[in-house]
Every structure is written in structure tokens, then in C-alpha cells.
């Protein structure tokens, strides 16, 4: 063992050098221990400064023993006081973080995502993975180098360290098949809500990127870190199971409209028994509802674009006659809906027709309204002072207003109206400010069986469950890039991150229904915090709680978690 100074970044590292059965080089194992300041002088960082704590707090122990084996029998009873400090140094030593790697523990159990690991990696690999989820979870994305930590303040599945070089290992060996055998073993294993899914919901989200070596990475336009290249993923979410169903990666320069044709290929692969489908509008178009609806026989549940011709003569049949009327009034959504049976002729790509028979729901938020027409005028006016001063300081031309050459809000409301050779004036367009006036507060869902507007508003909502796990994984796991520099350890990181999502999920359903005790009172980082600070200790080789709080207790009743006082030896146990 000797110490190492990097003399870029003066980081400290110990380097161990160890040797394996049947390779001729010596290998290295490299633990960073702090790092120099300008004056030379070495900062430790924390992992040093626990494992010196925990060096000292040996010592102490093996000095005690020593001194108590030196003892008679009849002295070592009597002294009660050499005994109890054993006692409570050998408990220190040994107290570790278990509450929250406990609960996380029983839900993955629970849900079916241990037996379905074990099955598809099997045990000893599906501990490693597992561990590795707890940590991203824990750690909100944290380097997988610093699992080292981890291990040292928490009980988790796999009970040892996992170096940087085995989890980069662990990651590769993690591959689309098995990825959907996961998802194919949970919905054998895992709880059943109903034979058959009442529907699934699909979305997609952009993941940026620094690495321009992954092959899944492209310019796109995405809405976060627009500067960086994208790569996307597509997720189910089925009301079976109530979580992801699946998911796969797809590059980042293919827009969602186009992902449709691998969803259903996807589906029929995996035996998915959906019977409606649940889109947003950036799936909206006459093609997927043709291929869904015709072709596949799924009842198709969509939200419409404001542009379409068939929004707009739906709107104007629909328009003023529900807008006032109590018996149009949908209480659970406070929203006023009415249904419109409408003929659409679908065409395919070689121009044959196919009429089906759809309906429209046609909704009317009267605050979403109210808020939204502020907005729109801010937004014009923003835009016409940008332009106008784009134009004076000559970074726009007037030729090139004139022919709509420039980016801003609500191009589309706009007019150019040209006063001289080198002037113009930005003007609002009366007309088209108003058509996009009548628009504000309303939406429009087809769907394409006999529903009512609460039935179907009902369901299109119930699909926030597909953008909940972006979210979570996004927010909660702190997900925005993958921090991968290879296509081969790319599929393991989202595979790991995804899992952690889905166990966050839950954490988050559960909060929502027992709104009163958790979310009321708590934050979910402060949840997980309540439920970090359970610990354990070792005595005698066996393991045992400390005390538990009356919160810590209540977290655990509302996630279905069984009481930890009575958990005795590993978490692997508790399974």
C-alpha cells in the first residue's frame, strides 16, 4: 500500500496492489483519501476520516479484550464496568443505517422485482443490482465510485463493497433481452390488479449527454440543456400493475410521433393484453390512429392538437352551448365536457380509406382560461419589443422580417407592416389573436368507443402514471444525464435507474393515499431521511435495532412495511 498525488488535480489516492489466480500482472485498487491545498498540506476526505475512526475504535476494542482475557473469571464478574464499555464499543463499531434499505428492501419483495431479478440474473448478480439501485436512490444519482461509502453506512442486499472496475462490469453485463425478461417475470410475480389491462399509457422523455460516443446520443431538440445532444426513452405504463411496464432507448433525433410502430411490436412480443391505449398529443396523428385502431384493435384514448381541422369544427359545434351548464359540469376534474360523435376517414399510404366512427370530448377549464390569457398577451408583447429592437440595432433585416426569417413566441399572431426602406412595424394579427382567444381554456380528447366525457377524462388522467416516472426519475433520482462514456454500460445505468424509479414510485403512491399522515407532514426527502436515521448494531455476531420513533413507525405502517423491531441478522434475510 503506498499513497499516490495527482499533480493536475492534487487529489490523494491509496493504491493497493494485489494479484489474481492465473493473470501475470499485478493489479491495482485505488481509494481516493483527500487532496492537497496549494500549501502542500493533506485535506483527508470523509471516507479516510471514518475508516481512521474506525481503525481507532478497533484498536480500543482489541486492548479491551486483551485486557479482559488477562482477567480472572471471578474479576471479569465483578467488573461490571470494563464490561459495559465492551459492550458499548463493540456496539458503535458495528451501527449502521437499515431503516430506509430495509423498507426499499420489502416493497422490491413485494412488488416482485427481487424474485424477477433473481430469476433473470440470478442471486448473486441480482444482489449487486439491487444494491446498486438503493445507492442511486439514496445518493439522488451519485458516482458509482463512491459506493465505497455506501457500504460503509448502510446494510444493503449485497453486503460488501462494490469497486468502480465490478460495477462497470456490472453494468455491461446488463442487456436489452434481459431488460424485458425483467418486465416479463414481474407481471408473472408480481401483485395482480385484474386479469386484463383496463389500459396502458405511453410517453416518451429526452436524457442529455456529454459523451459523443454513445451511438444512441443525437442533436435534438430537447427542452432541457438544448446545447447538449439527446438520446430518448419510451415508456409503458400499464394500469395492471400500476407502474412502467416497460421501456426502451431509441436515439435522440426521432421525434415521438414515430415510436408508435416499435410500441406495438414491443407490446405483441412481450404478451401485453392491452385494450386501450392512453396518448398525449405529441403522439397525435391520423397514422398512428390507423395503425392502433384498425390494424391492432386497440381502443385508442388521444388528445387533440389545436390545429387539427378536425379540433376546430369539433370546437365550433361544441362551442357556447356547454360552457354554463351545471348538468356538463365534471366535478372530480372541475371542468365543464361535452361529446360530440363525429365520422373520420383515415387514410393509409396507399390512399385507401378507412371511415371509423369517433368521439370528441370537448372540455372547458374556466382557470385555465382566466390564467392562460395574461400569459398570451405577455408573450405577444414580449415579442413584438424583442423584434423592434432586433430591427433598430440592424441583428434583423427588413427583408428578412418581412418574410418571417425570425424566431420569437406566438410568430404565428404576428404581422409585419413595412414604413420605409429600412423601417417596419410589428404588429399584433386581430384576426388570428382572437381565433387564439376563443381557443384558451379549451382541450380535446378522442376517443374511439362509446364513452362519456367524465369516463374519459377519468382515464386520459389516470395516465399522469407514465409521466410520474420520468419525473421521479428525473427529480427524485436526479437522472438528467447517464454519466456513461460507453453504449456497453449505457442499457445497465438506465436498467439500475429505472428500478430505483420504480421503487421511488411506489414510496410516492403511497404518500398520495395516505395523504393526511405523510404528505401533510412531511416532504419525500424528508421521509427518507426519517427512515435513514433507523439503525442497527451487532452484538455477539446478531444484529439488532435501535430504538424507533412514533414518525419512523407511522412511514413504515402507510409503505405496508412490517415492523423492524423485532428484524434480527442480515437484510437478505428479511426477504
Known amino acids: 500500500m503506498f499513497p499516490y498525488t495527482d499533480k493536475k488535480t492534487g487529489a490523494v489516492f491509496e493504491i493497493t496492489a494485489y494479484r489474481v489466480s492465473g493473470e501475470k500482472n499485478p493489479k491495482q485498487h485505488k481509494v481516493c483519501i483527500g487532496k492537497r491545498d496549494k500549501d502542500g498540506k493533506f ?3 470523509k471516507f479516510y476520516i471514518e475508516r481512521t475512526k474506525k481503525e481507532e475504535l478497533e484498536s480500543k476494542v482489541a486492548e479491551l479484550q486483551a485486557q479482559l482475557d488477562s482477567t480472572s473469571k471471578e474479576a471479569k464478574k465483578n467488573d461490571k464496568e470494563v464490561k459495559a464499555l465492551s459492550t458499548v464499543i463493540s456496539s458503535v463499531s458495528g451501527k449502521k443505517k437499515t431503516g430506509l434499505t430495509y423498507a426499499l428492501d420489502h416493497i422490491a419483495t413485494v412488488e416482485g422485482f427481487v424474485s424477477a431479478l ?7 448478480l441480482a444482489n449487486k443490482i439491487l444494491s446498486l439501485s438503493y445507492y442511486v436512490l439514496v445518493t439522488k444519482n451519485g458516482a458509482l465510485d463512491d459506493f465505497s461509502f455506501f457500504d460503509m453506512s448502510h446494510v444493503h442486499p449485497c453486503g460488501s463493497d462494490i469497486s468502480s472496475s465490478e460495477s462497470s462490469a ?7 433481452e434481459h431488460v424485458n425478461g425483467f418486465f416479463k417475470a414481474i407481471r408473472k410475480t408480481g401483485p395482480s390488479r385484474g386479469g386484463e389491462d383496463h389500459f396502458c399509457a405511453f410517453d416518451g422523455s429526452a436524457f442529455s449527454s456529454y459523451s459523443d460516443d454513445l451511438s444512441e446520443v443525437e442533436v435534438s431538440k430537447g427542452k432541457q440543456d438544448p446545447e447538449l445532444k439527446h438520446f430518448g426513452m419510451a415508456a409503458v405504463y400499464s394500469s395492471r400493475e400500476g407502474r412502467c411496464a416497460y421501456y426502451r432507448l431509441y436515439r435522440g433525433n426521432i421525434p415521438d410521433i414515430k415510436t408508435i410502430d416499435n410500441f406495438v411490436d414491443v407490446a405483441k412480443a412481450m404478451g401485453f393484453n392491452f385494450r386501450r391505449v392512453a396518448l398525449d398529443r405529441g403522439y397525435c396523428a391520423y397514422n398512428n390512429l390507423l395503425r392502433l385502431y384498425n390494424e391492432c384493435h386497440y381502443d385508442v384514448i388521444m388528445c387533440m392538437k389545436s390545429n387539427m381541422v378536425v379540433f376546430k369544427d369539433a370546437l ?22 361535452k361529446t360530440i360523435r363525429q365520422e373520420l376517414v383515415l387514410t393509409d399510404e396507399e390512399d385507401k380509406k378507412y371511415p371509423i366512427k369517433a368521439y370528441m370530448h370537448v372540455y372547458y377549464d374556466k382557470r385555465k382560461a382566466a390564467d392562460q390569457e395574461p400569459k398570451l398577451y405577455a408573450e405577444l408583447e414580449d415579442s413584438l419589443t424583442k423584434l423592434t429592437d432586433m430591427v433598430q440595432q440592424k441583428e434583423l433585416s427588413v427583408k428578412d422580417a418581412q418574410k418571417g426569417k425570425f424566431k420569437c413566441k406566438r410568430k404565428s399572431l404576428i404581422t409585419v407592416r413595412k414604413t420605409g426602406n ?24 378522442l376517443s374511439t368507443e362509446d364513452l362519456s366525457a367524465s369516463q374519459v377524462l377519468d382515464i386520459y388522467r389516470a395516465k399522469d402514471g407514465v409521466e410520474r416516472i420520468f419525473n421521479n ?9 447517464p454519466a456513461v462514456k460507453t453504449d456497453a454500460t449505457l442499457e445497465g445505468k438506465v436498467f439500475i435507474v429505472m428500478l430505483a424509479g420504480m421503487l421511488s414510485t411506489h414510496i410516492r403512491n403511497a404518500m398520495r393515499v395516505h395523504r393526511k399522515e405523510l404528505t401533510r407532514k412531511m416532504t419525500y426527502n424528508k421521509l427518507l431521511k426519517e427512515l435513514e436515521y433507523m439503525y442497527t448494531f451487532t452484538i455477539k455476531g446478531k444484529t439488532k435495532w435501535c430504538e424507533i420513533s412514533e414518525r419512523q413507525a407511522l412511514i413504515l405502517k402507510c409503505l405496508d412495511v412490517p415492523p423492524a423491531c423485532g428484524a434480527e441478522g442480515s437484510q437478505g434475510k428479511n426477504r
Open 43 to 45: 485535506i483527508p476526505n
Open 118 to 124: 433473481y430469476a433473470v440474473f440470478g442471486e448473486k
Open 170 to 176: 456490472i453494468l455491461a453485463s446488463i442487456q436489452a
Open 316 to 337: 365550433e359545434s361544441a362551442k357556447g352551448t356547454f360552457e354554463e351548464d351545471c348538468t356538463h359540469y365534471i366535478g372530480n376534474h372541475e371542468v365543464y365536457g
Open 422 to 445: 429600412s423601417t417596419c412595424v410589428f404588429e399584433m394579427n386581430t384576426k388570428a389573436v382572437d381565433e387564439a382567444r376563443g381557443k384558451l381554456g379549451y382541450f380535446m380528447i
Open 473 to 481: 426519475v428525473k427529480n427524485d433520482i436526479g437522472f438528467d444525464r
